[in-house]
C-alpha cells in the first residue's frame, strides 16, 4: 500500500536545512555548529526510524516534489530497501557526527567540514530515497560534488592530487550512467523503481546487455568493483571521519545500493534470470573479492589495508544479488549493513590510534593493545566480525549468501567465501597480535592513553552493535527484518 507523506522530503532535507546553518552562524560559535551537526543528525535518524515498522507491514511512504519535464518527476519513494539503506546510514551519521566532533576539534576550515558533512548524508538519503533513476542520478551527483571538499580538506598537494583522480574516475562513471538512464527512459518511456523490471517487453538482447554494462560501469565506480577502485585506496589521505563516511555510511554503499536496484527494479527479476545477466558477474565480482583480500595483505599502513578489505566486503553485496534467491539477495542486501557498521568500527580505531599516538604503520604498532585497551578491543571485536566468527555480525549475511551458493548449485562461490575469510584472517589477526601479544623492550614502551570521549565512544557503540546485530539478528526493526522483506518483494 502507497501513501502520500511528507516525510520522506524533510529526512532527505533535513540536513541540507541544517548546513545551510552551519555555514552562516559555523564560524561564531564552535558549540552552534556542532549542536547544528547533532540536531540535524538526531531528527533525520528519527523521522527513518518512525517509518520503519509501518515500512515492515507492507506501507510504502511517497513523495512527489515537482515534475521538471512530462514523465521526469523530483520523487522520493520509501520502500524496504530504502529504509534499510536510509535507518543505517542516519544511524552510523550520528554517530560518525559525535566522533568527527572530537577528532576533528583542533583543525582549520570546520565549517566548510561539517556544512558539507551534513550534504553528504543529504545527498546518501536522496540516492536511498529516489523514487526514479532521475532523482537518484541527482543526489548521486550530488554525492560525488559534496564528498570533494572533504577529501581535500587538508588542502596539500597530495590531496588535490587525489580530488583530481576521485573526480576523473566518479565523473567518468557519471556518464556511463546518465547515459543508461536516457536510454531506459528512451527504451521503457520512464525510470521508475516502484516496479520489479520494466524492461521486460525489450526483445533486443544486444541493446539489453549493452545497458547492463553501461549501469555496471556508472555504478561499479563507487561500489569499487575491480578494476574499477583506483581512487579509493588512495583516499585514506583523508581525514579520518572522512575515510569512515567512504567506507560505511556513504559513497561505495551508495554504489552497491545503485547495482541492488539496476538488477532488480530496472531489469527485474524475470528478465535478469532469462538474460543470464549475472551469472558472469558472479564471477567478476568473486575476482574483486580475493584479489583485493591479496593486496590487503602487503599494505603495511592501516587505513590502507582497510581500504582493500572494503573492495573485497564491498563485493558481497553484488555477489549476493546475483545470485536471485531469497537467501542470497537478503545476503547482499543485508551486508550494506553488517559491513558497515563493523568498518566504521576498524576506521574509528585506526583515527583514533593515529589521534593519540600519530601511528599510521602496523609495523609501529607492538603493545599498542596495553596502551590503548578499549580501541584495541573495539578494533579486535570487528575485526573477528570480518573474518566472519560467530556470533559477530559479518558471520550472518556472509553465512547467509554460502548458503545461497549451495543453494544454487554454485559451490565454487561457497569456496571463495570460505577462501576470502581465510584472507581476512591473514590480515587481521597479525594486527591483533602485533598490539596484544608482540614483546615490546622495557626501553621502547610508551604508555599512552586513549583519546577524547568523543573520539572512543563511538567506538565502543559501533564495536557493541557488532556484537549485538549478530547475537539477536531476528530482532523485530533489526536490519535483517528489513533486508528479507526487501528480498522478498524483489523476488515476487
Not at 459 to 470: K, R
Request: with cysteine.
Amino acid at each position: 500500500m502507497e501513501v502520500m507523506s511528507l516525510r520522506p522530503i524533510i529526512a532527505v532535507f533535513i540536513s541540507f536545512f541544517f548546513a545551510i546553518l552551519i555555514f552562516l552562524t559555523g564560524n561564531l560559535s564552535e558549540n552552534l555548529r556542532n549542536l547544528w551537526s547533532l540536531l540535524a543528525a538526531t531528527i533525520k535518524f528519527t523521522i527513518i526510524a518512525t517509518m520503519v515498522p509501518s515500512i515492515l507491514e507492507g506501507t510504502i511512504f511517497k513523495s512527489v516534489m515537482f515534475e521538471l519535464a512530462p514523465g521526469i518527476t523530483l520523487m522520493f519513494r520509501l520502500d524496504a530497501l530504502s529504509a534499510f539503506f536510509g535507518l543505517i546510514s542516519s544511524m552510523l551519521w550520528l554517530i560518525s557526527t559525535i566522533y568527527a566532533i572530537g577528532y576533528m576539534a583542533d583543525d582549520k576550515n570546520l565549517t566548510r567540514f561539517f556544512g558539507f558533512f551534513a550534504l553528504c548524508i543529504c545527498a546518501t538519503m536522496g540516492v536511498a530515497f529516489a523514487g526514479n533513476m532521475f532523482t537518484l542520478f541527482l543526489f548521486y551527483e550530488m554525492l560525488t560534488i559534496c564528498t570533494y571538499p572533504l577529501l581535500i580538506h587538508d588542502e596539500t598537494s597530495l590531496t588535490s592530487k587525489l580530488g583530481r583522480k576521485y573526480l576523473i574516475y566518479t565523473l567518468s562513471g557519471s556518464a556511463f550512467l546518465l547515459y543508461a538512464i536516457l536510454m531506459t527512459y528512451n527504451i521503457a518511456g520512464m525510470a521508475d523503481l516502484s516496479h520489479n523490471g520494466i524492461l521486460g517487453s525489450v526483445t533486443n538482447r544486444s541493446v539489453l546487455y549493452s545497458l547492463f554494462l553501461a549501469y555496471l560501469f556508472g555504478f561499479g565506480i563507487k561500489a569499487v568493483l575491480m578494476p574499477l577502485h583506483g581512487w579509493l585506496p588512495d583516499a585514506m589521505i583523508a581525514p579520518t571521519p572522512v575515510t569512515a563516511l567512504l567506507h560505511a555510511v556513504a559513497v561505495v554503499k551508495a554504489g552497491a545500493f545503485g547495482i541492488i536496484r539496476v538488477i532488480f527494479n530496472i531489469f527485474g527479476y524475470a528478465t535478469v534470470k532469462d538474460l543470464n545477466l549475472t551469472g558472469a558477474l558472479s564471477y567478476f565480482v568473486s575476482f574483486s573479492i580475493i584479489a583485493a583480500s591479496v593486496m590487503a595483505l602487503y599494505q603495511d599502513n592501516l587505513k590502507r589495508r582497510l581500504a582493500y578489505s572494503t573492495i573485497s566486503e564491498l563485493a558481497y553485496i553484488t555477489l549476493g544479488a546475483s545470485m536471485l534467491t531469497l537467501s542470497g539477495v537478503t545476503g547482499g542486501i543485508l551486508h550494506l549493513a553488517n559491513q558497515a557498521v563493523m568498518k566504521i568500527t576498524l576506521f574509528f580505531c585506526a583515527g583514533s590510534i593515529y589521534k593519540k599516538t600519530g601511528k599510521r604503520y602496523i609495523s609501529d604498532m607492538e603493545g599498542i593493545g596495553w596502551t590503548q585497551p578499549v580501541t584495541m578491543t573495539c578494533f579486535t571485536i570487528a575485526a573477528l566480525g570480518m573474518i566472519g566468527f560467530p556470533p559477530f555480525v559479518g558471520f550472518i549475511s556472509k553465512w547467509y549468501i554460502g548458503i545461497a551458493a549451495v543453494e544454487a548449485d554454485k559451490p565454487f562461490f561457497a569456496f571463495i567465501i570460505l577462501l576470502n575469510s581465510l584472507l581476512n584472517a591473514m590480515y587481521y589477526l597479525p594486527v591483533i597480535y602485533k598490539a596484544f601479544f608482540k614483546k615490546v623492550p622495557a626501553d621502547k614502551l610508551v604508555k599512552f592513553s586513549e583519546p577524547h570521549w568523543t573520539i572512543v565512544f563511538p567506538c565502543t557503540v559501533t564495536a557493541f552493535y557488532t556484537i549485538v546485530l549478530g547475537m539477536f539478528p531476528n530482532l523485530p526493526g533489526f536490519p535483517l527484518s528489513l533486508a528479507k522483506t526487501a528480498a522478498l518483494n524483489f523476488l515476487k
